[in-house]
Nanobody, 126 residues
């Protein structure tokens, strides 16, 4: 089993930046691929970004490309999501997720991930 704990969410003004963190513990060898999803109130869970085990491959959804960076520190079993130029529509609960292996075509599918954190709230005000 893998335990994931997110942190870093807070209320910010539009245009600001945040760095979310997700620390993995337990059987971290099962967390080869790690990613971020988000869920706004009343909406479905949507993919934000993902990163491979060694960080060589990163994946982003279009609405964050160019203003977000996903990274990982394997020594600390932690991934990060740096988000810049935040917009009110970025307001959501952000979840960290992990899986041992997912085909590239299925990276954005929540059901493909085996482990999930409890989420961290990001609120962006205009």
């Amino acid at each position: 089993q893998v335990q994931l704990v997110e942190s870093g969410g807070e209320s910010v003004q539009a245009g600001g930046s945040l760095r979310l963190s997700c620390a993995a513990s337990g059987s971290t060898s099962l967390a080869n691929l790690m990613g971020w999803f988000r869920q706004a109130s009343g909406k479905d869970t949507e993919f934000v970004a993902a990163i491979s085990k060694k960080g060589a491959e990163t994946y982003y959804v279009d609405f964050v490309k160019g203003r977000s960076t996903i990274s990982r520190d394997n020594a600390k079993n932690t991934i990060f999501l740096l988000m810049n130029s935040l917009k009110p529509e970025d307001t959501a609960t952000y979840y960290c997720a992990a899986a041992q292996m997912i085909s590239q075509q299925r990276i954005a599918v929540p059901a493909e991930y085996d482990y999930w954190g409890q989420g961290t709230q990001v609120t962006v005000s205009s």
